[in-house]
C-alpha cells in the first residue's frame, strides 16, 4: 500500500481543513470522512499503479526503488485486483459520507460536484499506469499530482469546511502544495530514470537528469513562493510563519538531490514527503494560533 505516501496525500488536506477552520466554523464528521475518503483513495493510487507497473514490466529485477509484493512474490495478480476493488468501495463511500456529513444530502448541487470530482479522482488513480494508454507512461503524471494533490485537495478541504472559497488567495496555498507533490513524483522519477527508460516517458526522462535536478529545485522555490505570497497577502502576524521552521528539511532535501543519483536519491522521497507534511500542518496550525 506503500504507507510512505499517506502524508503527501494527506498534506493539502490538513492545510485546507486548517484553513477553513480559521475561517469558520466546520463540521467535524465531515473532516473525519474527508480524511478517510483521502486515505482510501492514496492506498487506491498506489494499489493500481503497482499492478499496472507489474503488468507492463515495467517493475522489473532492476528496478532502483524499493521492492513491491508483485514484484518480491507477496501478492498474486487476482490478489490485487481483489484489493483495488474493495479499495473503490471504500472509496465511494467514505466519499459519500463526507458529502452526508458536510452538507446534509447528497442532492444538493455542491454534493453532485463533488460526487463527480470523486469519480474523475478514482479514474485518474487507476489510469496512471493502468489501461491501455495510461497517462503516467506519457509524461503527463506531473499535470495529475499538480491538479489533485495540490489543487483538489487543498480547495476541496476549504470547501467541505467552508462551503464556499473565502478568496482566489487560496489558490497560493494550493500551488504550493501542489509543486511539492510533483517534487516527490520528480525524485521518484529521477531515481528510477535507467529502468523506466525501456517502457515508458517521464518529465525527468525527457529532461535528463541534470535539467530534471533543476526542475526539482524550481518546483520547491515555487512552492515556497506561493505560500510566503499567500501570507503576505492576508493580514500580516508572526504565527502565520510557522511553516518557517521547515525550512532546513527543504534545504537539505535539495541538497540530497544534487549530491545523489539512482538508488541512493530514496531517502530524499520521505524527506520531501515528511517535509511538505510538517509544512502543511505547521502553515494551518499558524492561522488557527492566531484565530486563538
Not at 471504500?90 to 442532492?107: D, E, I, P, Q, Y
Not at 482566489?168 to 529521477?190: E, M, R
Not at 535539495?254 to 509544512?279: H, K
Request: net charge positive.
Amino acid at each position: 500500500m506503500r504507507l510512505r505516501t499517506l502524508p503527501l496525500s494527506l498534506s493539502g488536506v490538513v492545510l485546507g481543513t486548517m484553513l477553513a477552520a480559521a475561517d469558520f466554523h466546520i463540521n467535524p464528521w465531515g473532516v473525519l470522512f474527508l480524511f478517510l475518503t483521502t486515505v482510501s483513495l492514496q492506498i487506491l493510487s498506489n494499489l493500481s499503479n503497482e499492478l499496472g507497473d507489474a503488468l507492463s514490466g515495467t517493475d522489473g529485477p532492476d528496478r532502483e526503488g524499493p521492492m513491491y509484493s508483485l514484484q518480491g512474490g507477496g501478492m498474486t495478480v487476482r490478489g490485487l485486483k481483489g484489493l483495488i476493488a474493495l479499495f473503490i468501495v471504500l472509496s465511494c463511500a467514505f466519499g459519500l459520507a463526507m458529502l452526508r456529513a458536510s452538507f446534509g444530502t447528497l442532492w444538493c448541487l455542491d454534493s453532485i460536484c463533488f460526487m463527480l470530482l470523486g469519480a474523475g479522482a478514482i479514474w485518474a488513480a487507476m489510469r496512471y499506469t493502468l489501461g491501455k494508454n495510461p497517462y503516467g507512461y506519457r509524461g503527463l503524471g506531473d499535470i495529475y499530482v499538480f491538479v489533485f494533490f495540490g489543487l483538489v485537495t487543498v480547495l476541496g478541504a476549504y470547501l467541505i469546511g467552508a462551503h464556499t472559497l473565502k478568496s482566489w488567495q487560496l489558490l497560493l496555498p494550493a500551488c504550493a502544495i501542489g509543486c511539492f507533490s510533483v517534487g516527490v513524483l520528480n525524485v521518484n522519477n529521477i531515481r528510477d530514470m535507467e529502468s523506466d527508460a525501456r517502457t515508458r516517458q517521464t518529465v525527468a526522462i525527457r529532461l535528463g537528469e541534470r535539467r530534471a535536478k533543476i526542475y526539482q529545485t524550481v518546483l520547491v522555490v515555487l512552492g515556497w513562493a506561493c505560500m510566503v505570497t499567500y501570507c503576505l497577502l492576508r493580514f500580516p502576524d508572526p504565527w502565520h510563519w510557522l511553516f518557517l521552521l521547515t525550512l532546513p528539511l527543504y534545504v537539505l532535501h535539495i541538497r540530497g538531490v544534487w549530491q545523489r543519483s539512482g538508488r541512493d536519491l530514496d531517502p530524499m522521497l520521505p524527506l520531501l514527503v515528511l517535509s511538505t507534511f510538517a509544512f502543511a500542518l505547521l502553515g494551518g496550525l499558524g492561522f488557527l494560533v492566531y484565530l486563538w
